[in-house]
DNA sequence: CTTGACTCGGTACCTGCCTACGGAGCGTAC
DNA sequence: GTACGCTCCGTAGGCAGGTACCGAGTCAAG
């Protein structure tokens, strides 16, 4: 048999061994043929599947979500356009991340240019913004 | 007795009544005083504290940030310094998650781009990068 | 005194994504 | 024929940050 063992896709594939049967189970790889014996034999094609779903990972993608990517990319009837809603929806949930990581960034940033870096903490704007109960992150009206 | 409850003091502090138990048993929360039933007191700087959790959640900081950072707060010998360090380190922390989602961005919305948006998935881009194994997010050369 | 709202504590459950363990069976090399 | 390593499976654990449930006790009003 020249299928692909657990371990030598785990391997191809770049990812944990168990991770392969996890992935099995959440319905992100089709169950495998086996041998009499009952161990899988995967094609070269689950190779491909499992580096499809690094990269979706690396895209931002959750498994949950990759996986209805892949019922897509498996429907007979599904179109390009389909696909890129989903890259669109997630593309602007990405960029809301970004926004909100930005805001934050912005405080933190106005914070700790505000603080002096020495002296008792009574003085850290970082702190008392932290214990304002709504602070306008600068002196409030 | 003019100690806040525990409900009151998740009211004022906009977070759910379990979470204060919860709070307090990871060491967020001092353990308040009690009635003689055995009824959390809480001072209205309870609540003060439960805002600056939150703040600082906002902000980006795990709850185990948070109480390094209280930790910090109560020290008698904190200086700002010590704040704006963990400031500075968050923020870049931050960064480098704002750099990973704007690549996340960038090869989505070249992929997007790139999709017709009609036609079967076999021509797709998107699923077509996704099916690669090192793809450049482009042309290759 | 009873009712109803509130609180207590512990524990279990949840999402997301794995990772580890243990005991059994299989396969192959020597 | 046996020793070693790989594979099987189910289950449990782990992080983060809660949320939910339960039975029992408490408090204040009527």
Redesign the interface.
């Known amino acids: 048999m020249n299928g692909l063992r657990t371990s030598e896709l785990a391997r191809q594939g770049g990812i944990n061994l168990e991770s392969i049967r996890f992935y099995e189970k959440q319905g992100l790889l089709p169950k495998p043929p086996r041998t009499a014996s009952g161990y899988r034999m995967f094609t070269p094609d689950a190779v491909?599947r499992v580096?499809?779903i690094k990269?979706?990972q690396?895209?931002?993608f959750s498994l949950k979500e990759i996986k209805e990517?892949l019922a897509?990319?498996l429907a007979p009837d599904?179109?390009?356009?389909?696909?890129?809603v989903r890259?669109?929806e997630?593309?602007r949930g990405?960029?809301q991340?970004?926004a909100d990581?930005?805001r934050?960034?912005q405080?933190?940033?106005q914070?700790?240019a505000a603080?002096?870096?020495?002296?008792?903490?009574g003085?850290?704007p970082?702190?008392g913004?932290?214990?304002?109960?709504n602070?306008r992150s600068g002196s409030g009206s």
């Open positions: 491909r580096r499809f990269r979706a690396e895209l931002g990517l897509l990319l599904t179109t390009c356009a389909d696909v890129r890259a669109e997630k593309l990405i960029e991340k970004i990581l930005r934050m960034t405080t933190l940033a914070l700790t603080c002096p870096g020495r002296g008792a903490t003085d850290c970082i702190l913004s932290l214990d304002q109960a602070p």
